[in-house]
């Protein structure tokens, strides 16, 4: 089973809104990113966490603030946005964050489509 | 630096074989990734490919790597109108050791009917 969920698909939110999108992983993965996607565009990685540790911030705008509760959740807390934020958000997950046959290899939610009015 | 490039877009017709061609800069890297993206949907894992490896194939994929020129490409035999979407080359540099993937920006491959 390789699959990671990601709640909600949609979201519709204003800017003075606070609202959270949340990730899901119970593949033993060690390791969790998330991504903002624009249209027609690649995946652009904002946070990635390793042992529920923060690694990695992308120098992102402080409206977003990733949090690891545990080993097999993510979520993207959001407040403030803007409507240039409306973006397709990922989570993917790997084993860890590199080394090993494969154990990098990261597979990648159903995404949560975001507008900001 | 790192950087990966693929042509925007394919046109082809249902039962040829496409390909979808990807070049790399970073020599350092240990995997090479082909993901698939359907309109509005995540991205989904194809397949993957080691770099001390020429060559791999799962059923319909075939993934042929040349280290030396920095070369990926991605043939799907007998191509199906279902195969139609953006298909993302990746590496996976080594020398970040962060986990940190260096996406090209994407091939749209179109199947015609």
């Known amino acids: 089973d390789t699959e990671v969920t990601q709640t909600p698909k949609h979201l519709v939110m204003g800017m003075t809104n606070k609202k959270s999108l949340k990730c899901e992983q119970h593949?033993?993965?060690?390791?969790m990113y998330w991504y903002k996607q624009k249209a027609k565009k690649p995946p652009e990685l904002m946070f990635v966490?390793?042992?529920?540790?923060?690694?990695i911030n992308e120098s992102v705008p402080s409206r977003f603030s990733p949090e690891c509760p545990n080993s097999s959740l993510l979520n993207l807390h959001l407040h403030a946005l803007q409507p240039e934020d409306s973006a397709l958000y990922l989570c993917?997950?790997?084993?860890?964050?590199?080394?090993?046959?494969?154990?990098?290899?990261?597979?990648f939610g159903p995404g949560t489509r975001l507008l900001v009015l | 630096g790192e950087d990966v490039e693929q042509s925007l877009f394919l046109s082809v017709r249902e039962g040829d074989s496409s390909v979808i061609n990807c070049t790399y800069t970073?020599?350092?890297?240990?995997?090479l990734y082909w993901y698939k993206q359907e309109p509005g949907a995540g991205l989904q894992l194809l397949t993957y490919?080691?770099?001390?490896?020429d060559m791999k194939q799962d059923q319909r994929l075939t993934v042929l790597l040349n280290k030396k020129d920095k070369h990926l490409s991605l043939r799907i035999a007998d191509t199906q109108t279902g195969d139609s979407a953006i298909y993302f080359c990746?590496?996976?540099?080594?020398?970040?050791?962060?986990?940190?993937?260096?996406f090209g920006q994407g091939t749209t491959l179109q199947v015609k009917p």
């Open positions: 993917a997950s790997s084993q860890r964050l590199a080394g090993g046959p494969g154990g990098e290899t990261q597979y």
């Open positions: 593949m033993g993965h060690r390791a």
């Open positions: 990746a590496e996976s540099p080594r020398s970040s050791n962060t986990g940190k993937l260096i």
């Open positions: 966490y390793s042992y529920e540790k923060l690694s």
């Open positions: 970073d020599s350092s890297s240990t995997y």
């Open positions: 490919i080691f770099s001390n490896m």
